[in-house]
């Protein structure tokens, strides 16, 4: 059989069934074997032959994974064995949808396996529509998983905010109410702008102080910007202790950004030991 990578994917609806089952049996035949070289006394090295059947069981058990559930969206073939559309999906996560989007048939659901996990993307505007109005579909646990795993907050923590215990709601369905109100024209929105535009104001100044002492000065541009408009906005936010205890903040929110996808992951923290390192220093800010 021709291999095919993941932009080169056959229509054939079968294909990954196929191929897991022709691994599945040449697996189960390769174990056989080496049973019963075993078996017979071989002087075959003994790490070597538990090295094989460990591989042979780790291949086995990857392409169990990639196999979709009763009821699943069908899984996008081109996966790799344990970790699935990841290399794909961190590469170039919209072009990986667009593969998406042209192979499955009349825009229908599509799986993606990532590191075990399962993605499924809808493409269909009347599905998009579906799942936000369905009434059966609950995002709460995905909520409280996404926070214990990308926001650094405690399995306790997360749990807790579902709950009324201080009548204030449940924060998963109300916290997009709760911003859009904060958010909306009026009077707290002009006092948070005006209080963004002193503090951009100040800064500015200071700047300006700063480059006429130094000269003429180069900067990354996206740096720049972001420094500048992301602690002046911060600032007028959450007032000036929390920049005066984590000078850092923005770029360490630049660097949680590029890691979000490798926390979403669910990796143990050994594998991720400076993502979660940087995120354990925002969370203590």
């Given at each position: 059989?021709?291999?095919?990578?993941?932009?080169d994917?056959?229509?054939?609806?079968?294909?990954?069934?196929?191929?897991?089952?022709?691994?599945?049996?040449?697996?189960?035949r390769?174990?056989s074997?080496?049973?019963?070289?075993?078996?017979?006394?071989?002087?075959?090295?003994?790490?070597?032959?538990?090295?094989?059947?460990?591989?042979?069981i780790?291949?086995?058990q990857?392409?169990?994974?990639?196999?979709?559930k009763?009821?699943?969206?069908?899984?996008?073939?081109?996966?790799?064995?344990?970790?699935?559309?990841?290399?794909?999906f961190?590469?170039?996560?919209?072009?990986?949808?667009?593969?998406?989007?042209?192979?499955?048939?009349?825009?229908?659901?599509v799986?993606l396996?990532?590191?075990?996990q399962?993605?499924?993307?809808?493409?269909?505007?009347?599905?998009?529509?579906?799942?936000?109005?369905?009434?059966?579909?609950?995002?709460d646990?995905?909520?409280?998983?996404?926070?214990?795993?990308?926001?650094?907050?405690?399995?306790?923590?997360?749990?807790?905010?579902?709950?009324?215990?201080?009548?204030?709601?449940?924060?998963?369905?109300?916290?997009?109410?709760?911003?859009?109100?904060?958010?909306?024209?009026?009077d707290?929105?002009?006092?948070?702008?005006?209080r963004?535009?002193?503090?951009?104001?100040?800064?500015?100044?200071?700047?300006?102080?700063?480059?006429?002492?130094?000269?003429?000065?180069?900067?990354?541009?996206?740096?720049?910007?972001?420094?500048?408009?992301?602690?002046?906005?911060?600032?007028?936010?959450?007032?000036?202790?929390?920049?005066?205890?984590?000078?850092?903040?923005?770029?360490k929110?630049?660097?949680w950004?590029?890691?979000?996808?490798k926390?979403?992951m669910?990796?143990?923290?050994?594998?991720?030991?400076?993502?979660?390192?940087?995120?354990?220093?925002?969370?203590?800010?």
């Amino acid at each position: 059989m021709r291999s095919e990578t993941l932009f080169d994917i056959p229509s054939a609806d079968n294909w990954a069934s196929a191929t897991v089952d022709a691994i599945l049996a040449a697996s189960s035949r390769a174990i056989s074997f080496i049973q019963e070289k075993i078996s017979l006394g071989t002087t075959t090295n003994a790490s070597v032959l538990l090295g094989t059947v460990l591989v042979i069981i780790l291949v086995r058990q990857s392409f169990k994974v990639s196999q979709t559930k009763p009821g699943e969206p069908p899984l996008l073939p081109g996966t790799l064995p344990l970790l699935g559309h990841a290399l794909s999906f961190n590469k170039d996560s919209n072009k990986l949808y667009e593969v998406a989007r042209n192979w499955s048939p009349n825009q229908g659901p599509v799986s993606l396996s990532v590191l075990g996990q399962r993605i499924y993307i809808i493409l269909n505007t009347r599905d998009v529509n579906a799942v936000w109005r369905s009434k059966s579909l609950l995002f709460d646990s995905v909520a409280e998983w996404g926070l214990a795993t990308m926001f650094g907050m405690s399995n306790e923590g997360a749990k807790a905010i579902r709950g009324d215990e201080l009548g204030l709601a449940n924060m998963y369905q109300d916290q997009h109410g709760y911003w859009r109100d904060a958010l909306a024209p009026g009077d707290a929105l002009n006092s948070l702008t005006q209080r963004f535009l002193n503090c951009l104001e100040k800064d500015l100044a200071k700047l300006d102080e700063e480059l006429r002492q130094k000269g003429i000065t180069t900067f990354e541009l996206r740096e720049f910007v972001r420094l500048r408009l992301g602690n002046q906005s911060t600032e007028a936010f959450s007032g000036p202790k929390l920049l005066e205890y984590e000078p850092d903040l923005v770029k360490k929110l630049a660097i949680w950004d590029k890691d979000f996808y490798k926390l979403s992951m669910g990796l143990p923290r050994w594998m991720l030991h400076h993502a979660h390192k940087n995120l354990d220093d925002m969370v203590e800010a």
